[in-house]
């Protein structure tokens, strides 16, 4: 896990609510990204960012949202209006620009949230 | 079609067998390949990054990559219960507006039984 934490480990939310899990890295890296998976599915992007106060979309950001005010900080807010939002959430962090051809992702340990 | 195939599994093998997992991809612009290991409930650890053809060697892993027929694969020599986890294999572009976005396969889930 590095220097990647996530928070809570576990987190259960009511219907209809608002959560929002925390990530926080000390590597110093520029990009953080954010992953859902699902059992007997791959790992899906949900938002990512390369710089502080910007972020894009990725494949699956309805019903999501983050935030990027510190470089080390990179909440996601799962909002009711996800309407399958129980799965494992992961963040991950990368290091380098696009011209660093070595530059990979280290994920922190992940979020499960459950619906109830 | 998904971008990544991974066939997942479950795959159950005798300790000190050799392992062999594959995944073939559709979109000729990925030129990275990752291999991540993922035990229950933690997160993907890299194990294995290349970008070329051919074979990497690491310990008892080996990342092998056909660009020409789209097909990564990792082998896993003299496998040991505690190489039981979710294999993922995962994709990228070089550079440009999807920068550091990974494309992942569905993960094989490994069993190693003593």
């Known amino acids: 896990d590095g220097g990647i934490t996530q928070s809570p480990k576990y987190l259960f939310r009511k219907e209809g609510q608002n959560v929002t899990l925390s990530c926080e890295q000390n590597?110093?890296?520029?990009?953080m990204y954010w992953y859902r998976q699902d059992p007997g599915q791959g790992l899906r992007l949900i938002y990512y960012?390369?710089?502080?106060?910007?972020?894009q979309k990725g494949d699956i950001a309805e019903g999501y949202s983050v935030s990027r005010e510190k470089k080390e900080s990179f909440p996601l807010t799962v909002t009711s209006a996800q309407k399958n939002p129980t799965a494992f959430y992961l963040c991950?962090?990368?290091?380098?620009?696009?011209?660093?051809?070595?530059?990979?992702?280290?994920f922190g340990p992940g979020t499960r949230l459950t619906v109830l | 079609q998904k971008e990544v195939e991974q066939d997942p599994g479950p795959l159950s093998v005798p300790e000190g067998a050799i392992v062999s997992l594959n995944c073939t991809y559709s979109?000729?612009?990925?030129?990275?390949f990752m291999w991540y290991r993922q035990y229950s409930r933690k997160g993907p650890e890299l194990l294995m990054y290349?970008?070329?053809?051919g074979n990497k060697e690491d310990g008892r892993f080996t990342a092998q990559v056909d660009k020409s027929s789209k097909y990564i694969s990792l082998f896993i020599r003299d496998s040991q219960p505690s190489d039981s986890a979710t294999y993922l294999c995962?994709?990228?572009?070089?550079?440009?507006?999807?920068?550091?976005?990974?494309?992942f396969g569905q993960g094989t889930i490994l069993t190693v039984h003593p």
């Open positions: 991950a962090t990368s290091g380098g620009r696009a011209i660093t051809s070595t530059d990979t992702q280290y």
């Open positions: 590597l110093n890296h520029d990009a």
């Open positions: 960012s390369q710089i502080v106060n910007d972020f």
């Open positions: 979109n000729s612009a990925f030129q990275y």
């Open positions: 290349t970008y070329s053809s």
């Open positions: 995962a994709v990228r572009v070089r550079g440009g507006t999807s920068y550091g976005k990974l494309t």
